[in-house]
């Protein structure tokens, strides 16, 4: 479920690898050559020394929160692989526990753009940075950083996608990337929500929260058929309002409002997850649910059949056909 910006940094395995054709000073006859295939194309090379300053550093006009513009200087990159923060932020430090929003604007050396997730509507988030194999260029740009800095990267190939190059952008395995970040929002893969506590009405299910463990669920006979999406907030955050398209960081427990069977909970594979949010990548009683609401809110969504998966659940899950279901979801970010 996750957006481009998220996909081109959590790559096949191939990519993750950090493996590249090497941090020497690209050619015209290098960039003309094709990249090596096989196992060639496989094999790991070392990946340079962070810096954060270069004698061929590129330019970044903008502001946190707005799309970059980036002017590379002439002449060819030296092979330094840089990462330089442009603006601190004040939020909390990015640590490799975390799952990271961010947004991501991005060119090669030569000018040409690959993402600007400002223009494509969203952000993007990476579930926990310390199970998670990055790319270099992903990893090294947001650990260490404030929630809300800007920073910029100049990657060249061992830092990126390496041999492989990245083909979808059209990024060759001899383009050295220049990459500006916008950490927008980082939280402990054990996160839950934080804000007031709300009374919710007594026509509700009573949700049973458990210590880093998929909640449970009391469920009464009225309660088990609504005819319409509920939305309850037991927990209201002081954060952002949650928009379409953008990719929240959260935690959620999901029961068949029949039985109070949970189905599925963060909790049970490896905690805090990401997902984008009013754009049909999720289902309609998450859409409609969740856009609104506010950063830090524990929201409980009671959701009628036609708003769930309907008559075709997920093949294995144990959801019956045309069920009505129930979540709990804690919001913890969003890109």
Known sequence: MRRLAAALLLAPTLLLTGCGSSAKTATA??????????????SPLPVPPVTNTDSQLPTVSG???????????KGDPTGNFVVKQISEGNGPVVTNNDVVGFNIVGQTWTGKTFQDSYKDGGGAAVDNLKTTPML????KAVVGQKVGSRVEVVAP???GFGNAGYPQLQVTCHD???????????????????????????DVPKVQMND???ASFSISASQRDPKTLGATVLIKGSGPVVQPGQNLIAQYTGAVLANGKVFDSSWNHGGATNFVIGKGQVIPGWDKGL?????????LLTIPAADAYGAQPPQGSGIPANAPLVFVVDILGAA
């Open 212 to 214: 880093k463990a998929a």
């Open 136 to 139: 270099p260029m992903f990893s």
């Open 157 to 159: 190939p061992a830092a």
């Open 63 to 73: 502001e946190f929160g707005k799309s970059a513009s980036i002017t590379v200087p």
């Open 176 to 202: 050295t990337l220049v990459m500006v970040f916008d950490v927008t929002a980082a939280t402990p893969v054990d996160g839950s929500a934080s804000g007031t506590p709300q009374t919710p009405t007594a």
């Open 291 to 299: 856009v609104g609401q506010t950063v830090g809110s524990r929201v």
């Open 29 to 42: 006859a290098d960039t003309a050559a094709p990249c090596p295939s096989g196992s060639a194309a496989q």
